[in-house]
């Protein structure tokens, strides 16, 4: 990775951040906020944020949430929910309003770290159902979501059953690794809350309506986590956001349609 990570603590908790600067011919104001998927990190990104940054011509910030990445793992983190401390920091599973306690209590925070007013989010899977649930309730100058989960359907449980047959008895562990320093805490937060029953009833289509900022989904027609219903039905409550569907398209737009996904969000920037 050609620009150095660094860490910022935010919230008593040390996360995982990398800057791309604005180049000297950069001609965006924007200031993207990149938001991993369920089992993301900075590293998953690889190198398309660079890229999208460059084209685009503006700066952005990447991070790893908490147990992810080189960010601070969750201690204990298959062991019972629980408050420790005078700061009432989380340990144990995560609870069923993890995306709205990132989204509402972390990211708020980091960002007023990292001196962001404004930013254009740019979340992915879970990342990008906590850029929804942020822009809600706080100011935003666009929002692009990549595969979003704004309900669970029966398909996304399959398919995280599927993962974990995959992490305990594949290859997917192994593959993980490399990109988290507690693989761990990063798999089984994830994997343990949406396996819940707890997480069945998760819905955020109400509060979509919240949101007025200018946004774009974008939704692989093959991705085994959701069907086009998770934008179809973000359609139905926002009249005004842009929707791309993708044909040949699994969970990772950025990645199976990178060109194709880069050059719409660079049509949605020149709108803002």
Known sequence: MPYPVSTVVVKNQNLEVLHLPRHSTGHSPNTLVFLHEGLGSVALWRDWPAQLCQQLGCEAWVYSRRGYGQSEPVPDVRGPSRLVGESSQRQG??????????????LPALLQSLGIERPVLLGHSDGGTIALIHASRFEVAGCVVMAPHVMVEDLSIQAIIAAKNAYENGPLRQRLAPFHADVDSAFWQWNDVWLSEAFRSFDIRPELRGISAPLLAIQGETDPYGT???????????????LLKLADCGHSPHRDQPKLVAQAV?????QL
Not at 233 to 242: K, S
């Open 93 to 106: 599973r995560l609870l069923p309003d993890y995306m709205h306690h990132e989204a509402l209590e972390v």
């Open 228 to 242: 086009m219903a998770q934008i179809d039905d973000l359609a139905l409550e926002l009249p005004h956001a842009q």
């Open 266 to 270: 660079q049509n949605f920037i020149e």
